[in-house]
């Protein structure tokens, strides 16, 4: 396989529209893995790392070109590499040798992720 960019996606959350996923247990076990929760969880403002964390899995997915249509939330985990740090680990059997770069940006509103997937 070439090495090169796979594709680029962007995604923006409404922090009001996703805040009440906190506090939905059933919720946040369909979108994120248990990792992701006691990140989520051990941040100081978790509702708007929640609106990021979801943002970062929609852009990967349309980052993907279709490579992830049978994946689910939980085959894209977020880990914090440093404070406010993140890199994306994907499931090998959906996407091959691929390699995520994420950005994350957010206000008191709103949260944005770009994705650029890069095929090793």
């Given amino acids: 396989m070439k090495t090169g ?15 009440h996923w906190y506090s939905d247990q059933l919720m946040m076990d369909y979108l994120f893995t248990k990792k992701e929760q006691l990140t989520i969880k051990g941040c100081r403002n978790s509702e708007r790392l929640v609106a990021s964390f979801f943002a970062v899995k ?11 249509s049978r994946a689910g939330f939980k085959d894209i985990e977020i880990i914090r590499a440093k404070k406010n740090c993140y890199t994306v680990k994907l ?8 390699q995520a770069l994420i950005s994350l940006s957010f206000t008191s509103e709103i ?3 770009k994705a650029v997937l890069l095929k090793r």
């Fill in 91 to 98: 499931k090998p059997e959906y996407v091959g040798e691929v």
């Fill in 5 to 19: 960019v796979l594709g680029i996606g962007v995604d923006i959350v409404d922090i009001n529209r996703v805040r």
């Fill in 58 to 68: 929609e852009a990967v997915f349309k980052a993907s070109n279709g490579l992830l």
């Fill in 111 to 113: 949260a944005m992720a």
